[in-house]
């Protein structure tokens, strides 16, 4: 899979992208991430890609220009299957969103600053809007992190164990069950006796009434 991000401040994605689980992904090639400074695209040799907003009011905002020419210089070399734009306004991102993404083959995800970016970019080139949640963030990296890992971790090979992707909370609209390790006994706090026992049904028993358990307490909302 190729993600390409299209940001005015690349090196704040940098470091999300060097270690771990994304970074095997890259090792095995399995994702691949290109990183795009929107200056390169500047109107100006002073890398102005924003200005003023029509009808006054503070912040900037982003340009037709650069953007339209970066996007149709990306769209040369390859056609993307979904243009994003992360925004707050956009449609709230969730496991099920991560795993359609993780079937594509290209992205490319744009990432605002200041006040956002021109509407008319909206309309004639996003595919879709994510939102990671009901705050502003100063620019859309933060959020553009966060939707490649959970997308990048679902590429099958990225996980050691493929199936461990699948008992995440969310993949059946319930919340993980608890987990240990050892010592069984720590500070006198014990382990559940039914995970020591090593009977592979009851535990997966125990592990689905734990996980509704908690679905039901804490997020009720997902049953
Ligand atoms: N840009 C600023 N805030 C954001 C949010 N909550 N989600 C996605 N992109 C953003």
């Given at each position: 899979?190729?993600?390409?991000?299209?940001?005015?401040?690349p090196?704040?994605?940098?470091?999300?992208?060097?270690?771990?689980?994304?970074?095997?992904?890259?090792?095995k090639?399995l994702?691949?991430?290109?990183?795009?400074?929107?200056r390169?695209?500047?109107?100006?040799?002073?890398g102005q890609v924003?200005?003023?907003?029509?009808?006054?009011?503070?912040?900037?905002?982003?340009?037709?220009?650069?953007?339209?020419n970066?996007?149709?210089?990306?769209?040369q070399?390859?056609?993307f299957?979904e243009?994003?734009?992360?925004?707050?306004?956009?449609?709230?991102?969730?496991?099920?969103?991560?795993?359609?993404?993780?079937?594509?083959?290209?992205?490319?995800?744009?990432?605002?600053?200041?006040?956002?970016?021109d509407?008319?970019?909206?309309?004639?080139?996003?595919?879709?809007?994510?939102?990671?949640?009901?705050?502003v963030?100063?620019?859309?990296?933060?959020?553009a992190a966060?939707?490649?890992?959970?997308?990048?971790?679902l590429?099958?090979?990225?996980?050691?164990d493929?199936?461990?992707?699948?008992?995440?909370?969310?993949q059946?609209n319930?919340?993980a069950?608890?987990?240990?390790?050892?010592?069984a006994?720590?500070?006198?706090?014990?382990?559940?006796?039914?995970?020591?026992?090593?009977?592979?049904k009851?535990?997966?028993?125990?592990?689905n009434?734990?996980s509704?358990?908690?679905?039901?307490?804490?997020?009720?909302?997902?049953?």
């Amino acid at each position: 899979m190729q993600i390409h991000i299209l940001s005015v401040a690349p090196e704040l994605l940098e470091s999300s992208f060097a270690h771990s689980i994304l970074k095997r992904a890259k090792e095995k090639g399995l994702l691949h991430i290109h990183l795009h400074n929107l200056r390169k695209w500047a109107i100006n040799k002073h890398g102005q890609v924003d200005d003023y907003q029509y009808g006054g009011g503070a912040g900037m905002v982003i340009m037709c220009e650069p953007l339209a020419n970066a996007i149709e210089e990306l769209q040369q070399e390859k056609k993307f299957d979904e243009i994003i734009y992360m925004t707050p306004d956009g449609k709230t991102f969730n496991q099920q969103t991560a795993n359609r993404l993780s079937l594509k083959e290209n992205i490319l995800i744009i990432c605002g600053h200041y006040k956002g970016i021109d509407e008319r970019i909206r309309e004639h080139y996003v595919t879709m809007e994510i939102s990671i949640g009901d705050y502003v963030l100063s620019g859309g990296e933060l959020a553009a992190a966060v939707v490649v890992d959970a997308i990048g971790r679902l590429l099958p090979g990225v996980l050691n164990d493929e199936t461990s992707a699948l008992t995440d909370s969310f993949q059946d609209n319930l919340l993980a069950p608890p987990v240990y390790t050892r010592p069984a006994n720590f500070n006198q706090w014990q382990v559940p006796e039914i995970l020591l026992q090593g009977d592979p049904k009851k535990i997966e028993e125990w592990r689905n009434e734990q996980s509704l358990k908690r679905t039901q307490e804490r997020r009720p909302d997902l049953l």
